[in-house]
């Protein structure tokens, strides 16, 4: 019954911008934390932002600090990735996934989405 589906991705050049959307039903949103993860092929899943339950706490990795901003609206039932200054390492896969806390194991995700492909390419 708890579902997340995410959208926004697509092609875009170095230097642009794009934001992804994951919507939720089946649940309060508030009551958990919102992880971002993405997978290139060939390389391991990573997570690349978290924010709280009550969206007071966000964290980031080390390669998207200072180009990525977390956000969640509760009333929507929405949780945003707004990510700018792309740059061709950040291809891959981008799903969102549901948690109690955010922390770093993705094993402690319990509710994940389909992913939505995000290119960034000349």
């Known amino acids: 019954q708890l579902q997340l589906v995410e959208s926004g991705g697509g092609l875009v050049q170095p230097g642009g911008s794009l934001r992804l959307s994951c919507a939720t039903s089946?649940?309060?949103?508030?009551?958990?934390?919102i992880g971002w993860f993405r997978q290139a092929p060939g390389k391991e899943r990573e997570r690349v932002s978290c924010?709280?339950?009550?969206?007071?706490?966000?964290n980031y990795a080390n390669s998207v600090k200072g180009r990525f901003t977390i956000s969640r609206d509760n009333a929507k039932n929405t949780v945003y990735l707004q990510m700018n200054s792309l740059k061709p390492e950040d291809t891959a896969v981008y799903y969102c996934?549901?948690?109690?806390?955010?922390?770093?194991?993705?094993?402690?995700?319990?509710?994940w989405g389909q992913g939505t492909q995000v290119t960034v390419s000349s």
């Open positions: 996934a549901a948690s109690q806390m955010c922390v770093s194991s993705s094993n402690a995700y319990h509710y």
């Open positions: 089946g649940f309060t949103l508030n009551t958990y934390a």
């Open positions: 924010i709280s339950r009550a969206g007071g706490s966000t």
